[in-house]
């Protein structure tokens, strides 16, 4: 008999939407190209040339990408639809194209997934929830199995897969405790994953108080961003330096968000600190640099 697979998943997936028209299809109009599996590369090949001439690959022949032209998806209609479901169909579309703005996640038989703020859309869901966002872990939906993982974590015992989610969702409960400060929160948090620790390294909480607003804001991005990177173990490393690249990633959410005059300006915060996450290999390792 088969071993079960489970989903820990965020119930606002459900009142996930994506519309084009909402937000001008935003995804398809970035500046980096598209990343698409190998299986869809070749079919799109047998398209023909009107699609095989805006495909790439790289050197090693194991990736393969949608090249963007005048900053936008080549594919991209005028109605903001795509030309490629538009004319094959749904099952025609990349893994990403398919999946995005979530983000599914994979170690040993639990599969994790969130939706990635880069989305306007998906932004405006999640972070701006006013009551604590809520998480539940079920068996593995069939849509998020056909959808597959865009990442899988290797190295990940599998006596130890069902632990990692349980300290994930002790951190969630922390990260949502509102009688204390965001910053005494991170006080909270690294006391729960390092006990041991003599020398903290969150020291003293912050002078300056987030505005109620933002609070709320930071809470929703960084619960989110537990399962979106899959915190504590986003790293090849140990707790102590996962946490330590977590708090770092709040304090730039921080004091950017800081600056802001609008709502709307600290989604775009959001979204662009994700964007980094996930689209520079190389932005965690110098953000632990200069820690």
Partial sequence: MAEKNFCLRPKYLDDFKCDGSVCGAKCCRSAWNIGIDAATYKKYLRLGPKISQHLRGDESGEKFFIVHGDGAC???????LCKIQREHGENF???VCASYPRIITRFENFWEVALSPTCPVAAELVLLQIWPLKFELVELPKKISRLGANNILSGVPRRIAPKIVDVQLMMIEILQDRRLSIDERFVALEKFLMPDLSVSNVGVPA????????ETIAENFLVNEILLNVWPIRLDSDIATNFKIFFAVYKIFRRQALTCRTVEEILTVAGEISRDI???NEFLQKLEATQ
């Fill in 278 to 280: 996930d689209h520079d």
């Fill in 93 to 95: 579309l990349s893994q």
């Fill in 74 to 80: 080549p594919f991209l209609t005028a109605d903001n």
């Fill in 207 to 214: 002078e300056k108080k987030l505005p109620p607003e933002i």
